[in-house]
């Protein structure tokens, strides 16, 4: 095993097997017994009581689901949602103040079409040649620009960098301009208690919950600065603008795994895992890094468990992506350029394994990237 073997052993003995090299974290974890068993046994329940009184016996563990939130973002006000792109849209659709954001010029793709759908002005963040926050420049920055929110994502989904989090909220706390943390890579790999106003996330990437659920989390100041939208604020009804994000209409047991797999997180220890996963990711750039000709962006120590590859000469990482999945069984993701669109210049593979990753498996994947690669070169 490359990282902590204890760990690595239970995280790979607490889920099906898999078919093929599972090296696709950033996308989709493979979820264990505990979460399936959960969302499965969820579903049998609403056949037997009903939906509605299925729905209100699982209170107590979503209860417990957002606990654990709360103590991974810092932020006990909590509800859930179907994505962390609906959290964008929730956030943005209700916030009150000036439509003025600065974030990094390699923000997600996704995040800016969401920004532009509710009119925000945006503003480049002063940045490092890799994308990351010149700290020392935010300050005056802020003070200049005077954008009304910070949206920053932690680690972006296109590059294994993490931003210095926790200095950056620092700052914009002592500027009095809010920090939204886009947490769906970065939740897992980073610390994400780090003095944030909102912090949102995703269930099926680090978590590895179901797919289709995902949170918001906020500071009580910040959700003063909110309003309700469904049903309109001037409405006299007794919701708030927390309980109105969450539909009633969702889809419980996809909320229950992801409670069960926050609990296994938890009970993982997420320091434990943290550490894991920066070893993973320094073991997996070394072992592809120029293999077929293929150049690894990060450096050696940058502490996340992503690793994007660019491609030799006339190779594309969506056809490479395809044929490694079909021919080999190894599962990732080629990043196109529109993820994010004022950084990327060339689409790359991205490579991302969690905890359980053994050497064996890297080479498994850079013996069939070595044969995709001549194969669709020559
Ligand atoms: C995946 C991702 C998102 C979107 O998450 P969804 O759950 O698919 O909405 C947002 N930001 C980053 C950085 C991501 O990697």
Known sequence: MIADAVLAEKWRAARPPM???????????????????????????????????????????????????????????????????????????????????????????????????????????????????RVDDLTSFLRAERPALVHLTGVPSHRGIAQPVRDIARLCDDVGVPLVLDAAQALGQLDCAVGASAVYSTSRKWMAGPRGVGFVAVRPDFAERLARRVPPAEWGVALSVLQSFEYVEANIAARLGFSVALGEHLAAGPEVVRAALVAVGRATRERLDSVAGWRVVEAPEDPTAITTLIPPDGLDPAAVRTALIAEHGVVTTAAEIARAPFELTTPVLRVAPHVDVSAQDLDHVADALLSVSARQTS
Request: glycine share 10%; proline share 3%; with cysteine.
């Open 19 to 133: 078919a093929g090299v599972h090296v696709d974290s950033a996308a989709c974890s493979r979820q264990s017994f505990a979460v399936l068993d959960a969302t499965a046994q969820h579903a049998r329940h609403e056949a037997e009581v009903g939906g509605y009184v299925a729905a209100l016996a699982a209170v107590p563990a979503l209860d417990a689901g957002r606990a654990a939130i709360a103590t991974l973002t810092g932020l006990s006000d909590v509800a859930f949602t179907t994505s962390a792109q609906h959290s964008l849209d929730l956030l943005l659709g209700a916030w009150t103040g000036q439509r003025t954001v600065a974030c990094v010029p390699g923000e997600f793709g996704p995040n800016l079409a969401v920004m532009a759908a509710h009119d925000f002005g945006v503003r480049a963040l002063p940045v490092d040649d890799d994308g990351r926050v």
